[in-house]
């Protein structure tokens, strides 16, 4: 797949214990599939995933989904108004940008993302 912010760059598997997302090398923005992020909020230790990157790309800018192309939806987290998560209303996928969940982590806000996440966002 290719990353979605950055066009040219392919997204490499990245394992973290026993969840598997998708990261880009270039920008470190990370794809989660439906039930991969609500997983990976739950864990403490984020294992070989680079946190810290700046997106490429123009911020603001649509981007498609990397599975299905579909133009992805952007959501605020009102409690860190920085982060912004872009979904995709097909298949349910997850993008977050460079350096977000590095932000979400450094405010203390994971709980909040998950609450977040749980209430308005993931399928039941």
Do not use: H
């Not at 990976?40 to 946190?51: A, F, N, Q, Y």
């Not at 097909?90 to 909040?112: F, I, M, S, V, Y």
């Amino acid at each position: 797949m290719k990353c979605p912010r950055c066009l040219e760059f392919e997204l490499k598997p990245v394992r973290v214990d026993d969840v598997e997302v998708d990261q880009c090398d270039n920008c470190l923005g990370i794809w989660c599939d439906v039930s991969e992020l609500k997983k990976l909020v739950e864990l403490d230790s984020l294992g070989d995933l680079k946190l810290t990157g700046k997106p490429a790309g123009v911020l603001g800018a649509p981007i498609n989904c990397p599975r299905d192309g579909a133009m992805l939806d952007t959501v605020n987290d009102v409690k860190a108004a920085d982060v912004k998560l872009d979904i995709c209303p097909e298949c349910g996928g997850r993008w977050l940008d460079g350096g977000e969940l590095d932000r979400l982590r450094e405010k203390g806000l994971l709980a909040n993302f998950k609450n977040f996440l749980v209430t308005y966002i993931l399928p039941t």
